[in-house]
């Protein structure tokens, strides 16, 4: 199916002036995507790599809230600061 266009149409998608225009009009465009994409996913990197200022335990991010005990962890901490199973299997 084509389209009919009249001269008008033709005439200004033919003047250099609004070609120049899209095409200024498209750089823009896709300069503004790539700067919101990287704001963006610099944001997430920020988010997710973040800790508390000024607190010791690095795995607690929140000093407020204290750590969920899920009680089913296969490994705790102890005092000394070094993980250790939490159920001894004999070695054969």
Do not use: Y
């Not at 009009?25 to 988010?47: C, D, H, Y």
């Not at 204290?66 to 296969?74: A, C, N, Q, S, T």
């Amino acid at each position: 199916m084509q389209q009919h266009k009249s001269n008008g149409t033709l005439r200004i998608l033919a003047d250099p002036g609004f070609r120049e225009l899209t095409s200024a009009r498209a750089k823009l465009r896709w300069s503004l995507s790539v700067v919101t994409l990287i704001m963006f996913f610099g944001f997430i990197v920020v988010i997710s790599t973040a800790r508390c200022v000024g607190h010791d335990d690095p795995g607690q991010r929140h000093p407020g809230r204290p750590r969920p005990d899920f009680g089913g962890d296969r490994a705790s901490r102890h005092a000394d600061g070094n993980l250790r199973a939490a159920v001894q299997l004999p070695l054969r």
